[in-house]
């Protein structure tokens, strides 16, 4: 029985996939509310067991420290995730490290992912209790992702070169201009390729990429957010993944998990999170200052290509195997538990807030459920990107698990872009209109190539369990994963 209540930020169903999958964990075994809710309403923390941070030094106002330092004296345990040395954002540098040292200092424990990252805790604050401090492996991603392809690269990249990939977030943190530069003057470029894929949100910064780029017909720039469902094959096309990551700010990276994910090994400058594999097993560098990493970056690639494609996906199923005993999901699972284990209600917590505000009277349970704003989905549809991957990849035959509001708005949306082999999941299909063919999912005889759920509270494991035996190939998603 679920009998305490954790609030999380950031509480989002649509976020990183990281932050989903901490999020689901911890809802396993607690509920999980939105943070924002209890920072509006602080006399609900009678109700709350914990609270569950990342990345706020970011973005942290007066009325979170408040809420903070109320929290720990009302025995509220606050948990603050470590993922960076400092912000990424350099003009807003000063405020996140006054925001850190406060963290340090404020919360009841600390969560690192990575072993070595607990020495700039203590360049902060060299003081900070050890006891307070938690290790947290970053998790798989086995499952999260798919591989549907991205047809117009796949052309234009020569599978017999040998390719670097850079995938992620286009920010200059991720020292981009270093990776062109670096490539543009690679002894081997006429038999290697790059390709640089993720989102940019600077017209002005990928502008400079462009003209960087100049006439390089090796370098092709995706500036794109990569959808999930393509979100492996962009890993799988590159030999080795690029992460010459800026040790001024990065810790951690999600990358390079997702790397290993794919059996792809990586190379990377020293960042804590590297520390944690075998550096026979992926090109590691270190530099002291930026005009130092240049060189550096140049001597792994060479290594990487002179290694060559056989030696280094090798390298890479090895990576896979380390990964699945040092960073399992359900490792990573027991480990969160085991830190969770001490939030529980405290008894000076209703003595408490009943001292501060007259005004209290009763508490009440939250129990925060996902819910999609029609807005947010027509806007998803209304760029077809997700149908037209369907059709790209020839997933024809279509499930819609739910014909409620939000059912009804995919069928529609699917239709009017030509997909006409359209089936309906629904409990109530018996009372659902002629014109579509719906059956009760225990009916259910139809081979569907893919099945996407509307439905918050559906049971996914057995709904991918009833398709997948009548198509093991079937593709189950919530609207989330569109």
Partial sequence: MKDKIIAFYPYSHVTSTYIGTIQQMISERYFVIDYKDLRNDIFQLDDISAIYLNWIEDMMSGRDKALIETAVKCGVKVYWVFHNRVSHNKWREKECRENIVFLIRNVTDIIILSHASVQYLY??????????????????????????????????????????????????????????????QFAYKRDSVLFIAGECNSKEYLKSLELLRGGEENVFLIPNRIPDDMMDFYVQMADVVLLPYDLHSCINSGVMLLAFTNKRT????????????????????????????????????ERAYLD?????????????????????????????????????????????????????????????RYAISEA??????????????????????????????????????????????????????????DEVTAYTLDALQEKLDVVIVTIAEADMETIKKCCCDLNEKCYVLNLKDI
């Fill in 376 to 433: 947010w989905l027509r806007d998803v549809l209304g760029g077809n990107m997700f149908i037209e991957r369907l059709k790209d990849n020839g997933l024809e035959k279509i499930g819609i698990y739910g014909f409620g509001k939000y059912g009804k708005m995919l069928y529609e949306a699917m239709q009017k872009q030509g997909l006409q082999n359209i089936v309906v999941i629904d409990q109530n299909a018996d009372k659902i209109h």
């Fill in 308 to 368: 060559g494609k056989a030696l280094v996906r090798e390298k890479g199923s090895r990576l896979y195997e380390n990964m699945l005993e040092t960073n399992s999901k359900a490792l990573v699972q027991r480990e969160l538990y085991k830190i969770l284990e001490s939030c529980s209600e405290s008894g000076n917590k209703a003595e408490f807030i009943k001292n501060i505000s007259k005004e209290y009277e009763d508490k009440y349970l939250w129990r925060v």
């Fill in 266 to 301: 990586v190379i990377t400058s020293n960042i804590s999170m590297a520390e944690e594999f075998d550096d026979r097993l992926i090109y590691i560098y270190s530099y002291e200052d930026e005009a130092g990493q240049m060189p550096q970056l140049l001597e792994q690639m």
């Fill in 123 to 184: 360049e902060y604050d060299s003081n900070v209790e050890k006891s307070k401090i938690h290790y947290l492996p970053h998790q798989d991603y086995i499952g999260n992702y798919w591989a549907w392809e991205d047809k117009k690269l796949r052309s234009q990249i020569d599978q017999s070169k040998f390719v670097f990939g850079a995938i992620g977030s286009i920010r200059s943190d991720k020292n981009i201009e270093l990776t062109i530069k670096a490539f543009k």
